[in-house]
């Protein structure tokens, strides 16, 4: 197999191959109808390079690469491009924040993929307003070790990940909300945590888990950076999160069109391929006109991200909401352009249908997208 350039359109032909060799439609289909992650494609992947082309060798990210690799991902098994955008995410905190020891410790492994990484941040009473609803908390104990107790919702691949990036609260709630929360490194091993799977609708072939935390304790060297600013380290990421979204609506949209493309020229009805008659045609230029722009958005969202420009946080919410957007419509229009045949599980539309659904609230729910667009592109009153 190929290593992976740092080129966007080299990683795109690497992923083609990978997914070619590892993870054709049927495996795909099996292995989202048994739940199952699928260990191997992971690491077929993690052996070409893709987690590691997302870091050059002074340590900075490459949102193009992350976009290339996730938006071909998803077209193809959808839930290990969620598992990437978990990877990156571990990444890019701890590339951003964490010591020198940390840094060592951590980075090489997690971009070899020798280590599965979890983001555990929402909790059981809100994922929006998570800061003010976070009741997990780390008490220091007198030898400066940290005892963890709470309950965390929604983990995506915590139940055999290595380790975990945990948030809890580390002081009492003040009059910023966002203060006080620390982010720590918990091994997966630690005494005091139990997991609990969620069955969930789509992505079902990374597990979303349930973590119950009882007096873990971990070391003060496994605090992630400085104490107290674990929100604000996480919102750091809040750009390269929406890019990343972004890049998997896309590519389940995509994935999805191409699907009901083909569909529309081999199913006949009247004696004619369905993709001649004008309601169906319709739909299909609508679907090809949201990627499209959402392409355009995410491009210009990531050159933004990719200069430093302060703007590209404007564009990488515009292109969360377009390629969200695109998802939802192209897959409805899927479902509705392949009859009953939309519905049948042994075939990809119903699962890109399902799958598409995460998009529209996370890492961000639409309607907070929409909130900070009113704000910052608008530069209406903050609505919340
Ligand atoms: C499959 C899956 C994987 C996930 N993976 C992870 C993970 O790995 N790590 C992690 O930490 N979390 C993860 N999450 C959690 C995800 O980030 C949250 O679900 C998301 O942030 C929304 O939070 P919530 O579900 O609690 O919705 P809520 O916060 O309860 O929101 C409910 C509704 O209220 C609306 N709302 C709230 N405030 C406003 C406002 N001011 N204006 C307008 N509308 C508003 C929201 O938009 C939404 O429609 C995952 C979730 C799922 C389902």
Redesign the pocket.
């Known amino acids: 197999m190929t290593t992976v350039t740092r080129q966007p359109k080299a990683a795109t032909d690497v992923v083609r191959a990978v997914i070619s060799e590892h993870a054709p439609a049927n495996r795909v289909r099996e292995f989202d109808e048994a739940e199952r992650f699928d260990h191997e494609l992971f690491h077929a992947l993690a052996h070409a390079g893709l987690l590691s082309g997302a870091l050059d060798d002074s340590g900075k990210l490459s949102h193009a690469h992350q976009a290339a690799v996730l938006t071909e991902l998803a077209a193809g098994p959808t839930s290990m491009a969620v598992a990437f955008v ?1 990877q990156y995410m571990a990444v890019q905190l701890l590339s951003a924040h964490g010591t020198p020891a940390q840094k060592d410790a951590h980075l090489a492994p997690l971009l070899a993929g020798d280590v599965h990484a ?5 909790e059981p009473d ?4 998570v800061a003010r609803a976070m009741k997990t908390t780390a008490t220091r104990l007198p030898d400066g070790s940290y005892s963890i107790s709470g309950r ?1 919702r ?3 691949g915590a139940m055999d990940c290595g380790y975990m990036l945990l948030l809890a609260r580390t002081t009492e709630i003040g009059t910023s909300a966002i203060g006080g929360i620390t982010t720590f490194i918990v091994p997966r091993s630690t005494p005091g945590i139990e997991t609990r799977e969620i069955d ?1 609708m789509g ?1 079902r072939s990374l597990a ?1 888990t349930d973590i119950f935390l009882d007096d873990v304790r971990v070391p003060a060297a496994n605090v992630l950076g400085e104490p107290d600013r674990g929100f604000r380290q996480v919102i750091g990421t809040l750009n390269g999160e929406r890019l990343n979204a972004a890049a998997v609506a896309l590519g389940i949209a995509r994935g999805a069109f191409d699907v009901a493309l083909d569909w529309a020229k081999s199913r006949e009805a009247f004696g004619r391929p369905i993709g001649a008659f004008q309601a169906l045609q319709h739909s299909l230029v609508d679907a090809r006109l949201k990627i499209e722009s959402a392409v355009l958005l995410l491009e210009r969202a990531v050159r933004a991200a990719e200069a430093g420009d302060p703007s590209g946080d404007v564009d990488s919410a515009l292109a969360k909401l377009a390629a969200s957007e695109a998802a939802t419509f192209t897959t409805d229009a899927g479902m509705r352009l392949m009859g009953g045949w939309g519905y049948a599980r042994e075939l990809p539309m119903q699962r890109y249908f399902r799958d598409a659904r ?1 998009y529209t ?5 639409d ?2 997208i929409r ?1 900070y667009l009113g704000e910052k592109m608008l530069g209406l009153p903050r ?2």
């Open positions: 978990v979890s983001f555990a941040l929402s809100g994922g929006t307003d965390k929604w983990i995506g969930t992505i979303q995460l609230f996370a890492p961000l729910t309607e907070m909130n609505s919340y």
